[in-house]
């Protein structure tokens, strides 16, 4: 009986075993997952983390549901090397799992601060959000003027940083790298309006700061800015983007650049083997160029067509990626492909002291678009990035 095996248990990797199931209820599916948990939504976390929803609502699939699926779910477990002459993957527990075919959805890991003290946070597993809630409940519990906290970023992880202590009306300042929100993708302007933004809700901004500095002993006091200044800080939530750790990928001689590189199919260039999610570095033929889009969309719609491919039903992978959040109740919305170094020319839509619109576009084509404040443009634009070429 043929064997799949997927690395990775995200959503990527569950909507593929899915996939294969619903076409094949006999093959045997095995997915490897370092996290203790069955797959959960991400998108939900922050949600979670301001009491919207609870806990139990986070988690798409019940143990059951792998059980029920015949889809054997090895939870805490790593995959430590990939075997391709042997077929096999060597794991944590120093076992020798076979395959017959490989998917693998391994996502990014976090960039770490520095520095760790209690009341650093970070926002990307179930586990994060759980330290999170507790971190806050605790500085809700000083006295006013000790609740305070600060953000070191300024992406979509900052922007649920800042949502949050808003919402507990825990004060707090943000901490940039580079010059503003987004500093490689967006314009100025943009930046401008998203810094207005935030200031209109009594937010400090600072920026190019590379590497602020922690004051505590055990537990965090403060965040020291390169003048020397320390600002009072009980929580420093941390987003500063997420990186793909190819090592295991390279030692198997499995192409990676910024991610395993794969085609339109989400095939590697070895026979058999996959990749799908955060970690693909996949031919986009919307956007006519190789790409990689860490979204929960974008995994989810990948996760289906690489299950169906593998099931022997073979589908490219064709998807308008879309990202949407918030900045204090402002809305940021990316459409495609939005790599500024990439494209040719960045025409700017809508420019007011409230809303921004850019538009990407390479080879006379639109491929990609920001919308900020204003995104009544959006489903307009997204049909207009996902015309052929």
Same mark, same amino acid.
């Given at each position: 009986?043929?064997?799949?095996?997927?690395?990775?248990?995200?959503?990527?990797?569950?909507?593929?075993?899915?996939?294969?199931?619903?076409?094949?209820?006999?093959?045997?599916?095995?997915?490897?997952?370092?996290?203790?948990?069955?797959?959960?939504?991400?998108?939900?976390?922050?949600?979670?983390?301001?009491?919207?929803?609870?806990?139990?609502?986070?988690?798409?699939?019940?143990?059951?549901?792998?059980?029920?699926?015949?889809?054997?779910?090895?939870?805490?477990?790593?995959?430590?090397?990939?075997?391709?002459?042997?077929?096999?993957?060597?794991?944590?527990?120093?076992?020798?799992?076979?395959?017959?075919?490989?998917?693998?959805?391994?996502?990014?890991?976090?960039?770490?601060?520095?520095?760790?003290?209690?009341?650093?946070?970070?926002?990307?597993?179930?586990?994060?959000?759980?330290?999170?809630?507790?971190?806050?409940?605790?500085?809700?519990?000083?006295?006013?003027?000790?609740?305070?906290?600060?953000?070191?970023?300024?992406?979509?992880?900052?922007?649920?940083?800042?949502?949050?202590?808003?919402?507990?009306?825990?004060?707090?300042?943000?901490?940039?790298?580079?010059?503003?929100?987004?500093?490689?993708?967006?314009?100025?302007?943009?930046?401008?309006?998203?810094?207005? *933004? %935030?200031?209109?809700?009594?937010?400090?901004?600072? +920026? #190019? /700061?590379?590497?602020?500095? @922690?004051?505590?002993? !055990?537990?965090?006091?403060?965040?020291?800015?390169?003048?020397?200044?320390?600002?009072?800080?009980?929580?420093?939530?941390?987003?500063?983007?997420?990186?793909?750790?190819?090592?295991?990928?390279?030692?198997?001689?499995?192409?990676?650049?910024?991610?395993?590189?794969?085609?339109?199919?989400?095939?590697?260039?070895?026979?058999?083997?996959?990749?799908?999610?955060?970690?693909?570095?996949?031919?986009?033929?919307?956007?006519?160029?190789?790409?990689?889009?860490?979204?929960?969309?974008?995994?989810?719609?990948?996760?289906?067509?690489?299950?169906?491919?593998?099931?022997?039903?073979?589908?490219?992978?064709?998807?308008?990626?879309?990202?949407?959040?918030?900045?204090?109740?402002?809305?940021?919305?990316?459409?495609?492909?939005?790599?500024?170094? *990439? %494209?040719?020319?960045?025409?700017?839509?809508?420019? +007011? #002291? /409230?809303?921004?619109?850019? @538009?990407?576009?390479? !080879?006379?084509?639109?491929?990609?678009?920001?919308?900020?404040?204003?995104?009544?443009?959006?489903?307009?634009?997204?049909?207009?990035?996902?015309?052929?070429?």
């Amino acid at each position: 009986m043929q064997n799949i095996l997927i690395i990775g248990g995200g959503i990527a990797g569950t909507t593929a075993a899915e996939e294969i199931r619903k076409r094949d209820p006999k093959v045997n599916i095995t997915i490897i997952e370092e996290e203790q948990h069955p797959c959960y939504s991400r998108v939900l976390l922050p949600h979670y983390v301001k009491d919207k929803v609870v806990r139990d609502k986070v988690f798409i699939r019940s143990s059951a549901w792998y059980v029920e699926k015949n889809i054997e779910l090895m939870s805490g477990v790593r995959a430590l090397e990939i075997d391709l002459e042997n077929r096999f993957v060597r794991t944590s527990e120093d076992r020798e799992l076979p395959f017959d075919k490989l998917l693998l959805t391994t996502g990014g890991e976090i960039s770490l601060f520095h520095d760790d003290l209690r009341g650093v946070s970070y926002l990307h597993s179930v586990d994060d959000a759980d330290h999170l809630k507790a971190l806050i409940g605790e500085v809700r519990t000083l006295k006013p003027d000790e609740r305070k906290a600060a953000v070191y970023g300024g992406g979509f992880i900052a922007c649920e940083y800042a949502n949050a202590f808003k919402h507990f009306e825990i004060p707090f300042f943000m901490v940039m790298r580079g010059p503003g929100f987004w500093s490689r993708i967006l314009s100025e302007h943009s930046q401008e309006v998203l810094k207005r *933004q %935030a200031e209109k809700h009594g937010v400090h901004i600072y +920026t #190019d /700061e590379p590497m602020p500095g @922690l004051v505590g002993e !055990d537990e965090l006091r403060a965040v020291k800015l390169k003048s020397g200044q320390e600002l009072d800080a009980r929580i420093l939530g941390v987003g500063i983007g997420m990186q793909t750790d190819t090592k295991i990928f390279a030692d198997a001689k499995i192409a990676a650049e910024h991610g395993v590189i794969v085609n339109e199919y989400l095939e590697t260039s070895i026979k058999d083997v996959y990749a799908a999610g955060d970690v693909a570095e996949f031919m986009d033929t919307i956007v006519n160029r190789r790409v990689r889009y860490g979204n929960w969309m974008n995994a989810q719609m990948q996760g289906r067509a690489v299950g169906a491919t593998m099931a022997g039903e073979r589908t490219a992978f064709k998807l308008v990626s879309s990202y949407a959040t918030n900045l204090l109740g402002m809305h940021i919305i990316f459409l495609g492909d939005i790599n500024r170094d *990439q %494209a040719d020319e960045v025409r700017c839509g809508l420019a +007011t #002291d /409230e809303a921004s619109q850019e @538009l990407f576009f390479r !080879d006379g084509k639109l491929v990609g678009a920001v919308l900020i404040g204003d995104i009544s443009a959006r489903a307009t634009l997204t049909q207009h990035i996902g015309k052929s070429l």
